[in-house]
């Protein structure tokens, strides 16, 4: 059987893979980010090393350009990362290693191997959502993941903030108090000036599991997915994700009215955590690399590439 | 060619059609929305009079269930117009017709018939929002229906309330707050005293752009639409729209960098109203009919549909 490449390409790391999912991974590497060019260098080097692989999946850190019609298709686009603001990495790749490549984000890499091998294996519409650093965002709808416009920013949503009850006036250098601007990783340091694992005092984690069910509810309300996974660093805090649950069942409030969310401890099966940890977004990205392994099927749901109905299919970057 | 027969069921009245779009229009009536008997029974004697169809579509107010392999499928759920919760709708008119039923929500409905004749052809992902006496949701996320695991509730979500601008708690049973509860056409009426149609204040009409460009920051960071069309009879006050668009760019601060959003003007076809105007449900129902004609077909996109590549297709009943 032949292996698939994987990069999820982070602000401090890459990792990468050759294999074919969680279970069959013939070789992996860390390589630390410096600049665009030596850390290309570096993945190029791994792939000629312990390939040759049908097709490369990158998951990247964004925002990214994955129109597949736009010069700059494959390009990381106007990140605050020193260096990497309009930097080409899917083409580069492309072209140094003669392989197929899709390029996708990260969030949409990691949905991705949650839908195959993880926790949102037969589900057609979900979402996921990282707190980290930064707030991200991806997953499906009708088995397509999703892309429209661009790729889901979920971070920048604008959710309720009580100034009383919190008075810090959010990080985000472009909305302030949007979702990332009062939720992230790094809003966490600034408004209690340490990071969240340094943490413990209840305030901490009841506010920000208020801010994740405000969130948790416009997904809900939006995208109706039938289950939202929660990953990132933020997320480990083994105290925010039964908060989350509970906050968001109070704040749907019966509405929403199906089994799913109203019968007894539903809700630990509808807000659950990557079941592939911190491995999702590179086994993710080698799922990219397979389901994205074959031109000529954009409108293929990822369903339908599982099941074998097509030969495989761009996971949609056709807009 | 055969007709499709459409119904867009209301609150106050059905309207009825047989036809195959709004350029074959072979009969249309208005009936009164009265006692689910009644109303029904002047429907199914306006397709026997008017018919044979090839398949109904039903564009329902909602809540409703539309999951196929549940008992209640084509029920209206727990809605609060009197004598109308826990209606079956869809299963009586298959019966009673013998006909094949398409079910799903009203604005749903108008979404497909935008779709295919309307603000959004040729799109694969956009949102169409509606702002009435209550706010409802509905589009397409890669050529599909949106739907997981119910319809969307765009109404319901939660948004920046600022009470010292906005002193006003609003309206909504279950959320107080929520975009429904803040910016219906109910909300309108019990904040100011009037309905919107009899009020020019300014105030009025900024407060209304506020929430809605929020609204609007909200689907474009999580579905990411090409392009949201807002109908309904509130939006129809001509100052509202150019606001919207005025806020919501303001809003969005130049975050999400497309030629979509940021070239000149192209906020002005980023947000449109509705080109199918109030008969989008309507004929959005036949599409329903046409798509949903031909079981077997779950997965097929509507754009698949469309273009012949299959013959038909359940628009994504099916979670």
């Known amino acids: 059987m032949n292996a698939y490449g994987g990069i999820e390409t982070g602000g401090s790391k890459w990792e990468c893979a050759v294999g074919n999912g969680p279970d069959d991974l013939r070789a992996t590497e860390t390589i630390a980010t410096t600049t665009p060019s030596e850390t290309i260098e570096r993945a190029v080097a791994f792939f000629e090393r312990e390939g040759p692989v049908e097709a490369i999946g990158i998951g990247s850190f964004g925002p990214i350009d994955q129109k597949l019609a736009s ?48 926790a949102a294996q037969g589900l057609d519409t979900f979402c996921y959502i990282t707190v980290g650093t930064g707030i991200g965002g991806g997953g499906m709808a009708g088995g397509m993941l999703l892309h429209g416009l661009l790729h889901p920013e979920f971070g920048h949503m604008r959710i309720p903030h009580d100034r009383e009850r919190d008075p810090f006036g959010g990080i985000c250098p472009y909305h302030g108090d949007c979702l990332e601007g009062l939720a992230s990783g790094e809003a966490i340091r600034r408004r209690w000036g340490h990071a969240g694992q340094q943490l413990d005092d209840d305030a901490v984690w009841e506010l920000e599991a208020e801010y994740l069910a405000l969130a948790l509810v416009n997904l809900a309300c939006m995208v109706v ?92 970057a056709r807009s």
Chains 1, 2 share one sequence.
């Open 71 to 118: 010069p700059t298709w494959g390009h990381i686009t106007n990140t605050p990362k020193p260096g990497w603001a309009r930097t080409d990495v899917g083409q580069e790749i492309r072209r140094r290693l003669s392989v197929q490549v899709a390029f996708d984000t990260d969030v949409n890499a990691a949905a991705l191997g949650e839908h195959r091998w993880g």
């Open 225 to 316: 997915p039938q289950r939202i996974v929660i990953g990132g660093g933020v997320a480990k805090q083994p105290a925010l994700l039964p908060q989350v649950r509970r906050r968001l069942t109070e704040l749907l409030a019966g509405y929403l009215r199906v089994p799913e969310l109203t019968e007894p401890d539903a809700i630990d099966r509808y807000v659950v955590p990557p079941r592939l940890g911190d491995q999702a977004g590179v086994v993710g990205a080698l799922e990219l690399a397979r389901v994205a392994g074959h031109a000529g099927h954009e409108r293929a749901s990822v369903d339908e590439i599982e099941a074998g109905r097509v030969p495989g299919g761009q996971t949609r």
